[in-house]
C-alpha cells in the first residue's frame, strides 16, 4: 500500500523520530512510503526509510495543543501558518502529479489535519491523524469544538501515542493507542568528539541528564534553577544538558519573536544562569547529537520538567538503558509513568520540586536502581518498534481492506 506522511516540523526531534522508527519498523515491501514535510534535518532522516520525498518552504498547522494554543501574543504565530499556506497547497499539487496514486494520507500530528484533510481529497485517499499532543480541551472554545468536528467528519482513523493523550480526546472518538518506538541499539559510527565530553563527568556524582531542544516549555530554565538548589543543598549531581537550539534560531524571524516574547529558545537564558550560579562544573551543555543511544547509559536520572503535563519520548528511551525519570505530570498513566516505581512524577516544573526530587534520588541511589529496572520492563513491554509498528500495520489494512 501506498502511505504519504505529511509533518510540519522541519527539524529532527522527538515527534519525527517517532514517526522514523515506525515507518523504518514496518515489515519489509508492505508499505511504500512517501514524505511530504519542509526542508530540514527531519527529511534528511526520513529519505532513509522513503520510497521518495518532497520538500515545501513549510507546511500549514493549526497549534490547539495544551501548551500552545493561541492566545494573546500567540495569536501572531498564526500569520505564519496563513504564510505557508501557499507553499503547502503547491506541495500538495506536486505531490498528487508525481505520486498519483497514494492510499492513505498519514499525518504526523494533529496540528497538521488541514493539510491532511485536503490531501485526502486530493488523493481520494483514507486519513490517519496521529495525536502526539495533549488536546486543548475547553469546550467553551469554538475551536475546540470545531477540531472534534474535523477529527469526526474527515479522520478515517485516529492514533493516540499513550493513554495521557488519548484522555484528552472526545470520548465518543474511535481512538487507536499505539505507543512510541525506540531503538536502542547504536549505530556503528561513534561520535567520538561529543562522547569525550563525558570526561568531565565526576565519579561518584549522581547525574542527571535532561534530551531535548532547550526550549521554555520543556523547563530547561526551571531546572537550571533546580541545580543551584541542589548545589546549596550541598549534593554532589553533575547535569547533562543534551541539545540545543532549535533551526533557525539565528534567523531575522527569529529576532522579532524574541523581541515579542513569543520564542521559546531559551539557550542564551540557559548560558546566562549557569553563570550567574556559578554552576559552571554542575551543568553541562553538550549540544545535540544524533548518538543518543550512547548518552542514555551515562546517565542516574532524565529529568523532563516541562509544561506539557505528560511524560515525553526521552522517558521511554532513558527506561531502555534502565534510567527513570523525573517528570512534571499530575496524572500518570500507568502506560508511561507509574509514580514511585518506575520514576518520579512533580506536580508542576517549579525549581523547588524538581531539586527536592532530584535530592530523593541522591538520598537512595537503591531506589533510583530499582525504579530504573522497572522503568526497563515498562520500555519492553509498550515501546518495541516491531511490535508498535504491526500495531500501527493493522490500522492502515483496517482502512484500506
Known amino acids: 500500500m501506498r502511505v504519504l506522511y505529511i509533518g510540519g516540523v522541519g527539524p529532527f526531534g522527538g515527534a519525527s523520530r517517532s514517526l522514523y522508527e515506525a515507518v523504518g519498523a514496518l515489515p519489509e515491501g508492505v508499505v511504500d512510503a512517501y514524505f511530504l514535510m519542509?526542508?530540514?534535518?527531519?527529511?534528511?532522516?526520513?529519505?532513509?526509510?522513503?520510497?521518495?520525498?518532497?520538500?515545501?518552504?513549510?507546511?500549514?498547522?493549526?497549534?490547539?495543543?495544551?501548551?500552545?494554543?493561541?492566545?494573546?501574543?500567540?495569536?501572531?504565530?498564526?500569520?505564519?501558518?496563513?504564510?505557508?499556506?501557499l507553499p503547502?497547497?503547491?506541495?500538495?499539487?506536486?505531490?498528487?502529479?508525481?505520486?498519483?496514486?497514494?492510499?492513505?494520507v498519514h499525518v504526523n500530528e494533529f496540528t497538521e489535519i488541514l493539510p491532511g484533510i485536503i490531501a485526502k481529497r486530493i488523493f481520494g485517499a483514507r486519513l490517519v491523524v496521529h495525536v502526539r499532543s495533549l488536546v486543548h480541551?475547553?469546550?467553551?472554545?469554538?475551536?475546540?469544538?470545531?477540531?472534534?468536528?474535523?477529527?469526526?467528519?474527515?479522520?478515517d482513523a485516529v492514533i493516540a501515542i499513550d493513554d495521557t493523550v488519548r484522555a484528552t480526546l472526545p470520548a465518543d472518538l474511535s481512538v487507536d493507542v499505539?505507543?512510541?518506538?525506540?531503538?536502542?541499539?547504536?549505530?556503528?559510527?561513534?561520535?567520538?568528539?561529543?562522547?569525550?565530553q563525558f570526561e568531565r563527568l565526576r565519579p561518584g556524582a549522581l547525574i542527571v541528564g535532561f534530551v531535548g531542544n532547550l526550549l521554555?516549555?520543556?523547563?530547561?530554565?526551571?531546572?537550571?534553577d533546580a541545580a543551584a538548589l541542589?548545589?546549596?543543598?550541598?549534593?554532589?549531581?553533575?547535569?547533562?544538558?543534551?541539545?540545543?537550539?532549535?533551526?533557525?534560531?539565528?534567523?531575522?524571524?527569529?529576532a522579532i519573536a524574541r523581541r515579542m516574547g513569543l520564542a521559546q529558545n531559551s539557550q542564551e537564558q540557559v548560558t546566562a544562569l549557569i553563570a550567574q550560579h556559578g554552576l559552571d562544573d554542575d551543568v553541562l551543555l553538550f549540544g545535540p547529537t544524533k548518538d543518543i543511544q550512547r548518552v542514555y547509559p551515562r546517565m542516574d536520572v532524565l529529568a523532563f520538567p516541562s509544561y506539557f503535563d505528560a511524560p515525553g519520548r526521552p522517558v521511554f528511551e532513558a527506561a531502555f538503558f534502565g534510567v527513570p525519570s523525573i517528570v512534571a505530570v499530575r496524572d500518570p498513566t500507568p502506560d508511561t509513568l507509574v509514580d514511585g516505581e518506575t520514576g518520579i512524577a512533580i506536580a508542576e516544573p517549579t525549581p523547588d520540586?524538581?531539586?527536592?526530587?532530584?535530592?530523593?534520588?541522591?538520598?537512595?541511589?537503591?531506589?533510583?536502581?530499582?525504579?530504573?529496572d522497572a522503568a526497563k520492563?515498562?520500555?519492553?513491554?509498550?515501546?518495541?518498534?516491531?511490535?508498535?509498528a504491526l500495531q500501527l500495520l493493522a490500522v492502515y489494512r483496517r482502512l484500506v481492506g
Request: charged share 25%; net charge positive.
Open 178 to 196: 499505539v505507543h512510541n518506538s525506540f531503538t536502542p541499539a547504536a549505530s556503528e559510527a561513534i561520535d567520538a568528539r561529543y562522547l569525550a
Open 377 to 388: 520492563q515498562l520500555a519492553l513491554r509498550n515501546f518495541v518498534p516491531a511490535t508498535n
Open 230 to 254: 541542589v548545589r546549596q543543598a550541598g549534593a554532589d549531581v553533575q547535569f547533562v544538558i543534551i541539545g540545543g537550539e532549535t533551526a533557525g534560531a539565528d534567523s531575522a524571524a527569529s
Open 38 to 85: 519542509p526542508h530540514g534535518t527531519a527529511l534528511d532522516v526520513y529519505r532513509r526509510v522513503a520510497k521518495d520525498s518532497l520538500a515545501v518552504r513549510g507546511i500549514t498547522r493549526f497549534d490547539h495543543t495544551r501548551a500552545t494554543y493561541y492566545r494573546g501574543k500567540r495569536w501572531i504565530v498564526a500569520l505564519r501558518e496563513a504564510f505557508h499556506a
Open 353 to 372: 520540586l524538581i531539586a527536592a526530587a532530584i535530592l530523593r534520588c541522591v538520598a537512595d541511589r537503591a531506589a533510583v536502581r530499582r525504579m530504573g
Open 137 to 155: 480541551t475547553d469546550l467553551t472554545q469554538k475551536r475546540t469544538r470545531w477540531l472534534h468536528r474535523m477529527l469526526h467528519r474527515h479522520a
Open 88 to 104: 503547502t497547497l503547491a506541495g500538495l499539487r506536486r505531490a498528487r502529479a508525481r505520486w498519483p496514486q497514494i492510499d492513505i
Open 216 to 224: 521554555r516549555t520543556k523547563g530547561i530554565v526551571e531546572l537550571v
